[in-house]
């Protein structure tokens, strides 16, 4: 199951193992996936996940939190 309706079920969904080993698989694939620039990961990021490039506020509002 991989809905939740209480806000247990979400956080277990959240720290579940798939999810991390999801995360994971996400995040190696960006860092291999030749951009090279934080803006380029965080605009392939979005093309894998939403099927769409980052607008220019997302992008802002992205920036420093990837870059830590």
Known sequence: ????TTPLQAL???????TLEQANALTKRIRYGGA????????QAFLIV???VASTEEL?????????
């Open 36 to 43: 090279t620039t934080t803006a380029e990961q965080i605009q």
């Open 1 to 4: 199951r991989r809905e939740s």
């Open 12 to 18: 277990n969904l959240m720290n579940s193992r798939f």
């Open 60 to 68: 802002q509002e992205l920036m420093p939190t990837v870059e830590k």
């Open 50 to 52: 939403l099927g769409r």
